[in-house]
């Protein structure tokens, strides 16, 4: 039965109605599994994996709220070793995806991956507030889980994606800005409640205490004050727009404001504001203003296909 709903799921040609119905089923089937030995079956022989790898395309609100909810009902009945089921090995591209995070850096290709928390990370910036909250309840419960070689998998996705994706989410909410092209500025305007919300969520994972994760974390400008998480600003990497050897530093952000100081291409800082065409930062004691053209996201790595 369960290969041909994943089958199906993932065909082209199957209505929409139908991937919904079987989509409902699973959930109802995970919800009301009351044994290991049902989980066993449904997380067995990888179906699942390649599922949450390749989801159906273009979800209706409806089959989002279903799907989201499927992803939940494993992710807070995982183990040790039910999470060994839901490993899978890693693709070529994907050591790349990851920032160069892997599981086993001396053993490249045998590094493994886990697909529902990958895909779970996909989703904790999601537009509908429920499937953004369940996946990141779920991240946070995948994360958790004590075993060493589900926690390996997992630490390729949470340091070279998930940490970046939360600093590129926290400037979008805190300065209406992404790194599609460069440092732009985006139409929405700044949010502050779901910033905090962020930082709730940051917090979380900081208070995991996952040595990978929490450096990938900080390096992003995040930080655990106390008890809860603050961000100075997205980590960024300064070259100059027509190729001089260095950035100018502003006292002011308006254009003609006095040159304070000049720094090298290619070096790192944090944007600790945007106004306008100008970035806020601090360099060696010194607060000033750089052009936004000459400010690009550092290490910024390939997301997986968002939902």
């Avoid at 599922?51 to 609100?61: G, T, V, Y």
């Avoid at 994606?161 to 092209?181: C, K, N, T, Y």
């Avoid at 690009?296 to 390939?302: E, F, L």
Wanted: overall charge negative; aromatic content about 6%.
């Amino acid at each position: 039965m369960l290969p041909g709903f994943v089958a199906a799921l993932r065909a082209e040609a199957v209505p929409v109605v139908v991937k919904l119905q079987i989509l409902q089923s699973l959930s109802i089937l995970v919800q009301n599994a009351q044994r290991d030995t049902s989980l066993i079956y449904l997380l067995s022989q990888g179906m699942l994996n390649d599922f949450f790898d390749d989801p159906p395309d273009s979800m209706d609100e409806e089959s989002m709220a279903y799907f989201v909810t499927l992803l939940k009902g494993i992710a807070l009945r995982l183990d040790g070793e039910l999470g060994l089921l839901c490993l899978a090995t890693c693709r070529s591209t994907e050591s790349k995806s990851s920032g160069g995070y892997v599981a086993d850096s001396g053993r490249r290709e045998a590094a493994l991956r886990m697909p529902i928390f990958d895909r779970a990370v996909q989703l904790i910036d999601h537009a509908d507030q429920m499937v953004q909250t369940s996946a990141r309840n779920a991240t946070l419960r995948m994360l958790s889980i004590d075993a060493p070689a589900v926690r390996a998998a997992m630490e390729g996705t949470a340091a070279g994606i998930l940490a970046p994706e939360l600093a590129d989410v926290a400037s979008r909410l805190r300065d209406g800005v992404s790194f599609s092209d460069g440092l732009k500025l985006d139409d929405a305007k700044a949010q502050p409640a779901a910033l905090t919300s962020l930082l709730d969520f940051v917090g979380d994972l900081l208070f995991l205490g996952i040595p990978p994760l929490t450096a990938a974390i900080e390096r992003e400008g995040f930080s655990a004050e106390g008890g809860r998480a603050a961000w100075q600003g997205p980590l960024m990497l300064l070259h100059q727009a027509e190729n001089h050897p260095a950035v100018r530093v502003f006292e002011k952000p308006v254009e003609g404001a006095t040159v304070i100081a000049e720094i090298a291409n290619g070096s790192l800082l944090h944007a600790l504001a945007v106004s306008g065409n100008f970035v806020s930062i601090c360099w060696k004691g010194i607060d000033g203003w750089i052009g936004r053209k000459n400010a690009r996201r550092a290490t910024r790595p390939i997301l997986l296909t968002k939902l």
